[in-house]
């Protein structure tokens, strides 16, 4: 059985599956490749794959986790992932990172912050693809995420590596979205950006440790006070703001206590289904622009076609509407 690297042959789809139910990492490893590779027969395998795979699907803690560079993220994962083995779950973690353009993505530099968890039989880490659209890498991510799940891994941490766009694209695939701070809120707090604090479940003050304990604190009680003017991710739970350090895992526990008590709460009330719901036709949406997007890409008659049109756009010799007009009656639209 191949794992995909034959041009003439697809990957044996059933023996996959049964490797990855089976929670075998060298299979799940290796059917993740096959959802990266950019080859069609191999799109079309991974696909069928997904498909295959998807009644397994769904049962995971989806987790996503983002935070400013310096504020920890990794040993943060480090530490809640090693907390969570050790209570017997199984735990993935991905990343979101569009910005990358060498092989393996900046977690590979990151796995050196996570020394236990990347020993851990209970762990999985795995980068980004390591170059494409925001929209590209986070379908993959979200294949991904799903093999995992299928694979036995019941909680996911999906890091952001990028910022901006790429926190909204993590908080739209998973359950529960935790943004990190740093203490000395001051002028840190006039630098948060409002769109990321709603999308927060939950503000976690990072280094609450030694002499600087006190100022986590205070810089959680104005964390506190920023959250009252802003209107909550969920009219059924408010976000809380916890500190914790990364590095002695106090306050780690509580961390995992806050998700547990979002799940329960947000699961009574319909909204944890709901969300899946939302975040499963706007996935499909996300795909479908990707797929278009690299339709466009691809075709170098389109692509050279394209540079006249935008230069008669810019111009003013012609209008975008009809520019869209001739590029989709080239893509058959």
Known sequence: MGSGGRSTTSPDIKTLAAGIRAGDRAVLARAITLIESKRP????????LVQELLPETGKAIRVG???????????????LGTFLTGEGHK???????PSSRRTGGSILGDKT??????NDPKAFIRPSPSAGTLGGVAARTRETMLLCEAAGYDVMLIETVGVGQSEITVADMTDFFLVLMLAG???ELQGIKKGVLELADMLAVNKADGENIK????????????????RPRSPTWSPPVRTYSALTGDGISELWQQVEAHREKLTASGEHAERRREQQVRW?????DDRLTSRLRSDATLRARLRTLEASVAAGTLSPAL???EIAKHLGL
């Open 185 to 187: 809120a001051g002028d």
């Open 65 to 79: 986790i983002t935070g400013m560079p310096g504020v920890g993220k990794s040993t943060t994962i480090d530490a």
């Open 323 to 325: 520019a869209v007009e």
């Open 41 to 48: 027969d191999h799109q079309d395998a991974a696909r069928a």
């Open 113 to 118: 912050r996570m020394a236990r968890l990347v």
């Open 91 to 97: 735990v993935a973690v991905l990343t979101i990172d």
């Open 215 to 230: 100022r986590a604190k205070t810089a959680a009680a104005e964390y506190r006070a920023a959250f009252h003017i802003l």
């Open 284 to 288: 499909m949406w996300t795909m479908l």
